[in-house]
């Protein structure tokens, strides 16, 4: 199961730091993660990745170079911290599993969270 948290209203330039949290008997540690976002009437957008160990990331072109991806596996969480915020990055957040390595469309995730509203004002 996971939890995902940390949404909000933000103005343009602000940031927020989103949060997922997992539980369940498989150690977090062997899960690939991801964030998806899906603003209204469109389609759900790969945002950002990140390996089982932390050490390998990846970015959907629209956020890289003001959003990080990253995960305490001792903790059973992944963050995203979004920077320099942007009207056109409202939508709902949703944490997912990946199921194939680095695969990173909708049909290549298993568990998803149930999404947390960031909106961003201008």
């Known amino acids: 199961q996971l939890q995902a948290s940390g949404g909000g209203l933000v103005q343009a330039g602000g940031s927020l730091r989103l949060s997922c949290t997992a539980s369940g008997r498989r150690p977090f540690s062997t899960y690939a993660m991801t964030w998806f976002r899906q603003a209204p009437g469109k389609e759900r957008e790969f945002v950002a990745a990140?390996?089982?160990?932390?050490?390998?990331?990846y970015y959907g072109d629209s956020v890289k170079g003001r959003f990080t991806i990253s995960r305490v596996n001792a903790m059973n969480t992944m963050y995203l911290q979004m920077n320099s915020l942007k009207p056109e990055d409202t939508a709902v957040y949703y944490c997912?599993?990946?199921?194939?390595?680095?695969?990173?469309?909708?049909?290549?995730?298993?568990?998803w969270g149930q999404g947390t509203l960031v909106t961003v004002s201008s």
């Open positions: 990140i390996s089982w160990s932390g050490s390998t990331t």
């Open positions: 997912a599993v990946l199921s194939r390595w680095p695969q990173f469309s909708p049909e290549e995730t298993t568990y």
